[in-house]
């Protein structure tokens, strides 16, 4: 139950973060022995750049506590979906918080919601998806890995999650959804190499409703080839986008001004030696300033997010031009006229 | 099953033609504004949601509407049996290409004539569209199916159509809050069915206060801290969350002199559970109010501050580090996003984007002892 509102301090069996620094965070389960590479059971004592912790410490200490280490001391903090893509075991490339994010909102997900993902991958979204449709949502997630989806139920079940999460490995490609999801959606998100063959059977696992669709792809040929196979399955709203996430960094910084000012004021101007001419280096010519800038490197590329909307059964063809999923053609800057009222 | 739910006197709804989105309280006279014309709403009520209308003229500039059960696309109507050129060498710009005035155009739409016939005469009229290419005439005829479209779609609000209108009408009114910051401020303050959230919000049309409240289940609560009067107030899902925000937004009419007096309520509503998250996005500089906020937060939660502006979040950032030794993990992150044209042989980039949707600080609170 690591990842539940209520929990307060650590029990054996959660799952916790160790917040050494902003780029040093691990995330392990409260274990108080471990089975070592000969299959013996021995204390479980976890390794940092700070020393050692003896897992079994931890237990009983509240979430957000200063705990000691044998060279150092760290946080010890409650996991949630964004801590945990930061810290989670990689099975597979992940989506990071700037994208999930806006999956989740793009999918419109609220308490209760039946949300289909494909692939499960690593969890990384799972967690996020599973956060917003509450207790009583539903996630139902397919990965045609076995070993994946394995592993993936066992983490879903450690962190409390297995009222709300169902994994199934299935090859959603070939077999779709199955006939227990079925008409049964309200949001479905696709992370495959083919999306567009999955395309029709996401019609059939949404509700008669409709719902909302998302698919993120990192190359633009899949793109096209799923944004064809949306608007030939009746979607609307069909839009593309990237999203990019930049850190700020901040820094306080002394900078030594550089003038050709003398430093004697009293000095009449024009009389210049090559004494005054020389930049201003002593003490008082500092400027003391905070500084932002940009990581030198930073990923310049994550996926494509595609979203669509499907209208309710009976609305399907009619709807289709009044809000209309093409863009305008090259006039790419025209702005939606909108206007807002009765508020 | 599915529940068609339909539209009544009082309930927000958003008007939607083709790109141009309006919110609108339907009222017991239904007359509605939609850019220069006058229509009369009367027709969706008792309908469902996502129903299309036709709107039927019935004096210059006033419409009435009807349900639609088809809509045959103007350049897929038009292009059936139109040549295309092969590029555009033979076309010149002389402004003498359409040979109809703009009196006889404007004639022809006051004679209460289809879209679809409209377009007919001036493609008929026109000496050089012929000579288009295919990829030209369509844009041309979506132009022109933008101007002379009849249809429209009765929504049902949502917190992403609100966002999208309120950004895309004018960025100002909602402090820049763009819907991917909003989606991370979301995320960011672990935002979830049950938690309590302290949310001080101005300048945005109320819209993160919407964004979370639609998050919630009836446990949970935000707690929304004002320096005006009331709470900021918006149409989305009014309907639903009057209830809620009756029952669970703990509304601080805040007077200026009581303010002070008014905040402690708020801060012993908070004392027996602690807050979930501490969520700001406002038009003043909330340093004071975080610093004072802090204290009620839930050890390993979050602090999430939204501005539009990156210095002030700098300030918080430096004073935070400075002065409190029990906020870690400090952030500030602003997006880069982009929208992109996906069509056969023609997909790119946008040749417009959005420059920039504020900047979100995040830090975590930890035990300080």
Known sequence: MSFSRDKTEIDEGDTVILYLSASNMHAFRVQPTIKNKHGELVENVFQTTYGALKVASLVGVKFGSKVQMSRGWAFVLQPNPELWTLTLPHRTQIIYTADISLIVFHLELRPGSFVVESGTGSGSLTHALARRVGAHGTVRTFDFHDQRAQIATEEFAQHGLSNVVQVACRDVSCDGFGEDVQGRADAVFLDLPHPWLVVHHAVAAFKLDGGRFASFSPCIEQVQKTVAALRENGFLEVTTMECLQREILVNNRTLAVASVETSDSKEPAGRLDERSQTVASDSSDKLELVCTNYQNTMPGHTGYLTFATLPPVWARNISSSACPSDPDGDDGGSAPVIETAGL | ?369
Request: a positive charge; one cysteine or more; aromatic letters at 8%.
């Open chain 2, 1 to 369: 099953m599915e529940i068609r739910e339909s539209i009544k006197i009082g309930d927000y709804v958003v008007i939607q033609k083709q790109k141009y989105l309006k919110l609108h309280q339907l009222k017991a006279r239904c007359d509605v504004m939609l850019g220069k014309d006058l229509v009369n709403l009367k027709a969706i009520v008792g309908q469902p949601f996502w129903t299309t209308f036709k709107m039927i003229q019935k004096k210059k500039k006033e419409f009435d509407l009807d349900v639609a059960s088809e809509i045959e696309s103007l350049p897929e109507a038009v292009m059936k049996d139109v040549q295309s050129g092969s590029d555009n060498r033979n076309i010149t710009d002389d402004g003498k290409s359409q040979l109809l005035s703009t009196e006889e155009i404007e004639g022809f739409k006051e004679s209460g004539l289809s879209a679809q016939s409209i377009v007919g005469k001036l493609i008929e009229s026109s000496t050089t569209f012929h000579n288009k290419t295919e990829y030209s005439q369509e844009k041309y005829l979506k132009k022109k199916e933008k101007k002379y479209f009849e249809y429209i779609v009765i929504r049902k609000p949502t917190v992403r159509l609100l966002a999208e209108m309120f950004y895309s009408k004018d960025p100002h009114s909602v402090l820049g809050l763009r819907h991917d910051s909003i989606a991370q401020i979301l995320s960011y303050a672990n935002v979830q069915n049950s938690g309590t959230y302290v949310l001080f919000e101005s300048g945005t049309q109320a819209l993160l206060g919407s964004a979370i409240l639609d998050c919630l289940d009836d446990q949970g609560r935000v707690i929304s801290i004002t320096t005006g009067r009331y709470p900021p107030e918006t149409g989305c899902r009014r309907d639903e969350l009057s209830r809620r925000e009756e029952s669970e937004i703990v509304p601080k009419p805040l007077k200026k002199p009581r303010w002070q007096e008014n905040l402690e309520i708020a801060k012993d509503a908070l004392l027996k559970d602690g807050a979930d998250s501490l969520i700001f996005a406002s038009k003043e500089f909330p340093l004071p109010l975080i610093l004072k906020m802090l204290d009620y937060l839930k050890p390993s939660h979050s602090l999430v501050v939204y501005s539009v502006y990156r210095e002030p979040l700098v300030l918080i950032y430096n004073e935070l580090k400075k002065k409190r030794k029990d906020v870690i993990g400090l952030h500030i992150f602003e997006n880069f996003l982009r929208t992109h044209q996906i069509l056969s042989d023609r997909t790119r980039p946008d040749v417009m984007m959005s420059a920039s949707g504020g900047h979100i600080l995040v830090g975590t609170k930890v035990l300080s002892s």
